[in-house]
Each structure stands twice: as structure tokens, then as C-alpha cells.
């Protein structure tokens, strides 16, 4: 089955070689012009229903905001980078709460602009920082198609100073082994019970290509990092995530579970993403449930304390029972 049934673009993107490298390889697919990728109407008026469908649009266009944000977990700042969105279909998607069903891929063909900016931010400050450049999209997904992370990494590691990192879903991590990346670009997989990959991580990998992902990228000499993300406390929670630590510790090498970083990430859930999901997917597991979630505010439902104070020891002693070198570097 193709990724994609068509193409939506601005008119710009024929400017720059990635847009035109685009038209080529997608040139059996019908391509419709927009104005804007940020607000196509045809598809705010569809019903939420079509979500899955759209997911197999692939639009096209130009970055216009490059705002860096701070931020304090395992990098400094984030960075709005080569794409937002992407062709997976995640039941607790974060994206879907800022893009609601336009959740779809958009890919940013002005790369040049916003590599020349994350060379000379990298230069700035009083020491080296690490930039976030895959929170907003699938990086490894979208260098399936656009090649950007074969031409990143190897570009960062000559010009930029510091690090770069994203994380993944996805194994297809071949094309990145042999770069020349001066451990300057940090991998990190995320990863849940390949029961939740099957039913909530729809399009995803399976866990046990993530797992020899994370080895092949260690083995190639990239500093590496496992997300378990995001933890959902449903039905059985206790033996699947022990279960999913016990893979991990059995399925990494040595040399992986020696220098990997780990992050511990509890779902959040939206008002909206249900919505989405009860119309999009009616057969899928329910993650909203009254008893063990309230309320956040603006509309997002986090795990209540009581749960929450049960769930982290217990998981975060298997973790280091389990991958005592590993460093585990926050929950939240
Ligand atoms: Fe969202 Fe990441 Fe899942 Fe894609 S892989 S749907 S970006 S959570």
C-alpha cells in the first residue's frame, strides 16, 4: 500500500531543491496548490472521522516560525525543524493537540534556512547546549522520504557545536549508520509493550526492531537513549512495563546498556484527542478512565497522585534493578 494518495503544497516549494526533488518522487500522485500549510480548509471542514485518511496526505511547504524554546529535560532548547506531523497514528499523539486532525505530515522544504540558523545558534553561548530538533514530527519516519537527517547529522557534526538529538518510533535506521557523525547527534528510541505498539502506537515499529535499532546506533558509535513513553496505566500495567523492562535488559548489548540515557514519560491525554479518537476509532482501546485520571486543566487528563505515587517506584526500581548503568535521567 503507497504512504501516500496525495499531495498538497505551496506554491514556493518548486524554489528549493527539496520541493523540486519532491515533485519527482511523488509525481504519480495528484498534487493540489494551498495557499498556506497552516490552515487548509478542505480539511478543517472534514468530520473527525476522516482522521485516518488524512493521515495519508503528504503537504508540502516552506517554515515560516523558527522560535527556539527553552527547555529543561534532556535538551536546552527545542527546535521547530524540517517537518511537524506525521503518517503514524498514535492514540495519545501530542501533535494532535496542537494540530487536532491536521496532525498529518508536513514537510519544510527551506532545510537551508533552518540548518544555517541551528549552526549559528549552536555557536552562541557560554558553553556547548543540545538542540531537540525532533519534537514536532518523526525524524526518522520523514528522512524516509525527504533523506534530511542523511544530510543533518553529517552537516552538524562539521559546522555545529554541541549536540543535536530526536527521538523515534521508527527502526529504519540503516542509511544512518555509516554517517559521519562525531557523537555529535544523540539517538533516542522511545518504546512500550509491544501490546500497546499493536493497538495504540498504530503504524509504528515493533519493539524488537526498536530495540535493534538502538543497537545498531550504539554499535555506530552515536550516544543512544531509550524513552519509555508514554507509560499507560491501564489493565495489567505492572507486568507489561515489567515485562517491557525485562526485553530491554535481555535485547540491548552491553555496550548499549552501559552508556544509555533513560527517560520516564507518564501519558497525558486530551480532551480532544478523545474526541478524535471515539469517531476515528471506535474499535480502539479507551484511554480516557475517570477513575485513575483527572483533570489538568485546558482540557488534559494526567493519571491521579494516588496511581502515579503506586507506578513510579515500583518502575523506576525495576529500571535500575534491571539496567543498573543506564542513567535514568527523569520522570515526569
Ligand atoms: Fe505522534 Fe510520534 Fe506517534 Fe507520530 S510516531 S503519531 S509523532 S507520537
Redesign the pocket.
Given at each position: 500500500m503507497k504512504l501516500f494518495t496525495a499531495v498538497y503544497h505551496e506554491p514556493g516549494i518548486f524554489n528549493y531543491p527539496l520541493g523540486r526533488k519532491l515533485k519527482k518522487d511523488f509525481a504519480d500522485l495528484p498534487w493540489h496548490e494551498i495557499k498556506s500549510h497552516n490552515r487548509i480548509e478542505e480539511m478543517t471542514q472534514r468530520p473527525n472521522s476522516d482522521f485516518p485518511k488524512m493521515k495519508r496526505f503528504l503537504i508540502i511547504g516552506t517554515r515560516k516560525t523558527h522560535r527556539y524554546t527553552e527547555n529543561h529535560k534532556i535538551s536546552d532548547y527545542l527546535v521547530p525543524f524540517t517537518s511537524s506531523?506525521?503518517t503514524?497514528?498514535?492514540l495519545y499523539?501530542?501533535?494532535v493537540c496542537n494540530y487536532n486532525k491536521c496532525a498529518y505530515l508536513r514537510l519544510f522544504v527551506n532545510r537551508e534556512d533552518m540548518m544555517e540558523r541551528l549552526i549559528k545558534n549552536s555557536k552562541k553561548g557560554a558553553v556547548p547546549q543540545t538542540f531537540e530538533i525532533g519534537s514536532n514530527?518523526?525524524l526518522v519516519?520523514e528522512n524516509m522520504i525527504t533523506n534530511n537527517l542523511e544530510w543533518v547529522i553529517p552537516a552538524f557534526a562539521r559546522e555545529g557545536r554541541g549536540q543535536i538529538t530526536f527521538p523515534t518510533?521508527f527502526a529504519s535506521v540503516k542509511p544512518l549508520l555509516g554517517l559521519d557523525h562525531q557523537g555529535k547527534s544523540i539517538f533516542r528510541m522511545s518504546v512500550n509493550p509491544q501490546e500497546i505498539i499493536d493497538h495504540i502506537?498504530l503504524g509504528?515499529s515493533p519493539l524488537h526492531q526498536r530495540i535493534q535499532a538502538v543497537n545498531d546506533m550504539c554499535e555506530a558509535g552515536y550516544p543512544v537513549g531509550i524513552l519509555i513513553a508514554p507509560i499507560i496505566l491501564n489493565d495489567g500495567w505492572k507486568e507489561k512495563y515489567m515485562n517491557l523492562i525485562d526485553q530491554l535488559a535481555d535485547g540491548l548489548t552491553e555496550k548499549a546498556k552501559k552508556s544509555i540515557t533513560i527517560e520516564m514519560i507518564f501519558m497525558t491525554y486530551s480532551f480532544v484527542q478523545n474526541a478524535i479518537n471515539k469517531e476515528a476509532f471506535p474499535e480502539a482501546p479507551d484511554l480516557y478512565d475517570n477513575q485513575s485520571m483527572s483533570g489538568g486543566g485546558r482540557g488534559k487528563y494526567r493519571y491521579r497522585k494516588e496511581l502515579r505515587l503506586e507506578a513510579e517506584p515500583v518502575l523506576t526500581d525495576y529500571v535500575r534493578l534491571r539496567l543498573p548503568e543506564a542513567r535514568l535521567v527523569y520522570v515526569c
Open positions: 506531523g506525521c503514524a497514528m498514535c499523539c501530542y501533535l514530527s518523526d519516519l518510533k502506537e509504528t
